[in-house]
């Protein structure tokens, strides 16, 4: 066995006995152009080659190999959570809060200090626990998300939200930041009723769905998610509850992201004024966790199976890291 970490990566000095295991789980591109050169490289050394994508790439072309496609940030979320234990997991929704949950991170998007400013515009932000982490590096683009605003507008707004609720392990790059999301404070979760999820994009289709919405699964809250087109109807394909009937907004098809942020404030305010049942969500959330563990598990033995039918002595841990792959932790 051979695992290229990266499809951009090369396996040299091979044999028949072995097998290539490629893996671009991270980012929502295209396969690499070196990926098929890859696989044609082994196909004529008769090397198998096992690719290993992100569910979301399914409707890409890939080479004419073994894919499998893995639920990588659902699994990922599961493996360094349930079974690491990086971080506890809330146990109860806490229906009685005053409070939601709204952490940014890059924060040059429209979902992210865009949304903040919204909240902000909406007196909406007094109820939230926010985050905020604009710096040198990242100002120049984040200014240009509220353009509308004066210098003076712009940096007395960056003072007021620049922080963190709970310290996580930024690491603050030449343009931006990054945090891979584990580990967290379960306490921003014990302590707030719902979570509005800023995911990493606002205009991909299909929808793009990492660690920030999983992470809010497994600990038990109802959201809303200021991320793509059709999020929402992907994960109620996936088997989850997305509270559709508790909205006052439909946003998850707004056409374009201001209207679904716009929407989803509408929103915000009905929940924190007892739009949530507490019976009902608190079943749904529940259901949620659930159906997480499931389809976890469901993913591991997709990698099992496989490994058992090419004849691979390896866990799935072997297979495909979950930890950070910038940080390494």
Known sequence: MYLVQSTHDHAENLTGVDRVFALDLWEPVSVPKSTFLLNSSLTEKKIPLTLILNSWARHLPVPDCDVLYVDYFLW?????????????????????????????????????IGLLHL???????????????VHSGNRHETRSILSHLSDEEFDNFVANYNHSPDNPAITVQKRSIHYGGIPYSVELFAKTKFRVISETNMHLKPAWI???????????????????????AKLSAMGFKTFDEYLITPYDHKAHPKQRLEA???????????GLPQDLVANDV????????????????????????????????DIISTLDDITNT
């Open 286 to 317: 529940e259901h949620n966790y659930q159906q997480l563990i499931k389809l976890a598990n469901k993913n591991k033995t997709t990698i099992e199976d496989y490994l058992t039918k090419v004849n691979i002595v390896a866990t799935v841990d």
């Open 264 to 274: 989803m404030c509408n929103n915000i305010t009905h929940w924190l004024n007892d």
């Open 210 to 232: 990492t660690e920030k919405t999983w992470i809010t699964i497994l600990n038990r809250q109802p959201f809303l998610i200021a991320g793509d087109y059709g999020t929402c």
């Open 76 to 112: 990922r979320t599961y493996n360094e959570i349930v079974n690491r234990k990086k971080s506890q997991v809330n146990p109860v929704w806490n229906y009685n809060s005053k409070q939601f949950l709204c952490l940014t991170g890059k924060p040059q998007k429209i979902n992210r």
């Open 119 to 133: 909240l902000h515009t909406r007196n909406l932000s007094k109820n939230a626990v926010t985050s905020l982490f």
